[in-house]
């Protein structure tokens, strides 16, 4: 049975979205909990040549909406990066969630040899569908995920791997 490239990138990129999500909450928590300024965790970097995690946050949900639209052959929609609050990234995920579920799955398989163009920072690429998802969509969207979860894990908010992976497909958890 063929691989489907909608099964490989949309639900995984939904479910990671979730436990982005998850850890945002309780990254909020922990700053309520501690009488620490939400404004703090949310500028707080790993080093200071790196986005801060509000910045990291909309670059995963920019990853996500822009690969799922550019295989589905669609514009990507176009959010400003305005937000500034534990609850607008919520929001934020929540609409990226919402884009992702009504991408046409058969045009995102259809695009597994389609060559896909996109800008990555100054510079223009070309990949086949296949080879967009495997090197560059994914790999790039699970590092914003994981360099949030860094940053608030470094915060001292209590998470661990299990709040990055999230529930997984098949369990009860």
């Known amino acids: 049975m063929p691989v489907s490239l909608f099964d490989i990138c949309i639900p995984t990129c939904s479910r990671m979205l979730g436990s982005l999500s998850a850890i945002l909450d309780k990254g909020a928590a922990h700053a309520e909990a501690r009488k620490i300024d939400p404004a703090a965790l949310l500028q ?7 986005f801060p995690l509000a910045r990291q946050v909309q670059i995963a949900s ?8 550019r295989l589905a052959g669609i514009d990507t929609p176009s959010w400003p990066d305005n937000e500034t609050s534990f609850a607008e990234l919520q929001a934020r995920i929540a609409k990226t969630q919402d884009f992702l579920r ?3 799955r058969s045009a995102i398989d259809a695009a597994a040899e389609r ?13 086949r569908g296949s080879e967009y998802v495997t090197a560059w ?14 940053i608030l894990r470094h915060n001292g908010v209590e998470i661990g791997k299990m709040d990055f992976l999230g529930k997984l497909p098949g369990t009860s958890v």
């Open 102 to 104: 009504s991408l046409d």
């Open 44 to 50: 707080a970097r790993l080093y200071p040549d790196m």
């Open 62 to 69: 920019d990853a996500a909406k822009g690969g799922g639209s």
């Open 137 to 150: 969509m994914l790999p790039n969207f699970f590092f914003h995920v994981t360099t949030t979860h860094a």
């Open 115 to 127: 060559e896909i163009t996109f800008k990555a920072g100054k510079t223009t690429r070309t990949m």
